[in-house]
């Protein structure tokens, strides 16, 4: 009887018994030497060429505004006025001394004139010293005269808000009646002509982006661009340096304000093992691949050089030959079985 239930007893172990586990399926490449180039991405902030507040130079009350939000402007036209009363009137009495002295240059001139044509000895050496010290004095006063009223109209000048570009009117934060002092920002204008976009990049590219360095925009779409201009030192607060990148045609989705994807491609002096970006499995230490060896995962730490698109450029635990996982790899235990998908 007792070796009865002990047959039973093995025979139900036998049906219950877990399967061996199968092997994990992946898909794999083959590493390869080779070069490849850095690819560096940062995010960027379109800018107009020309932006600027405008202000009046002189305090007071807004005689009128000719713009709102959305209006496009021309280079020169007005804008808004202060209250101009005051230097007004001084411009006006400077235009009226102008016409005085204007006037009594041109009398003594032609009294000068008419001295000159009588014959010596009708007319003494002083009269005619004092015609020619009249003229001399009528000058003098219409040169000062004319200064003075150059000053009242740079005054005059203060107290209007001219576009000192071609633009559109981005905000407006005055109305007629406000009172602005000096200074005060009363009117943005932005530049409708072309744009740029402003990139603070890392360390690692200071020094590597000569103008006309090629560049990418991510727009809807990715745009060609040139490195226009950049910063060869570090902001002393953000550790980053300032890059200003031109595109090479005008595109209407880029807008100033909109922040936009810029992709520099830098080429990395060394070579190494070159495998897909699959291949990497990041983790909380350093990253690593999964070899096949023998049928079997093999967990190897690298150190990547570059990465460019879907490829990086290894110099550390792996050389060519060797055969890397590209999926599958994230579930793989060290030391498990493997089945190449073909």
Known sequence: MSNVWIWLWLGCAAEVA??????????????????????FTYLGEVRALDAAWLSAGAAGAVDWVSVREGDPVVRGAGL????????????????????EWTAS??????????????????????????????????EAKLRGAKAQRARAAANLA????????????????????????????????????????HVDVGRE???????GTKVLVNGREDLPAVVVGAVPALDSEARTARVRVGLQAPSPDLVPGLTVDVSFSIPAAPTGVVVPRD????????????????????????????????????????????????RGNERLAPGAKVEVIP
């Not at 006025?81 to 001394?97: C, R, T």
């Not at 590219?205 to 103008?211: E, F, K, T, Y």
């Open 18 to 39: 877990p399967p061996a586990s199968a092997p994990a399926r992946v898909e794999v490449v083959t590493a390869v030497d080779g070069v490849l180039d850095a690819s």
């Open 80 to 99: 808004l006025v202060v209250d101009d009363g005051v230097p007004s009137a001084e411009l006006q009495a400077a235009d009226a001394a102008v016409a």
């Open 105 to 138: 240059r041109d009398l003594a001139a032609q009294s000068l004139e008419r001295t000159l044509r009588v014959r010596d000895g009708v007319l003494s050496p002083f009269e005619r010293e004092q015609a020619e010290a009249d003229l001399a004095v009528a």
């Open 158 to 197: 203060l107290y209007r808000v001219d576009a000192p570009f071609d633009g559109v009117v981005a905000e407006r934060r005055v109305s007629p009646g406000d009172y602005v002092r000096a200074g005060d920002p009363v009117i943005r204008l932005v530049s409708n002509a072309d744009v740029e976009v």
């Open 205 to 211: 590219l200071v020094g590597r982006l000569p103008i």
């Open 279 to 326: 291949a990497l499995v990041l983790t909380a230490g350093d990253p690593r691949v999964v070899k096949v060896v023998d049928g079997a995962a093999v967990a190897s730490p690298v150190t990547v050089l570059a990465r460019a698109g879907d490829r990086v450029m290894l110099s550390s635990g792996v050389v060519a030959g060797d055969v890397v996982v590209v």
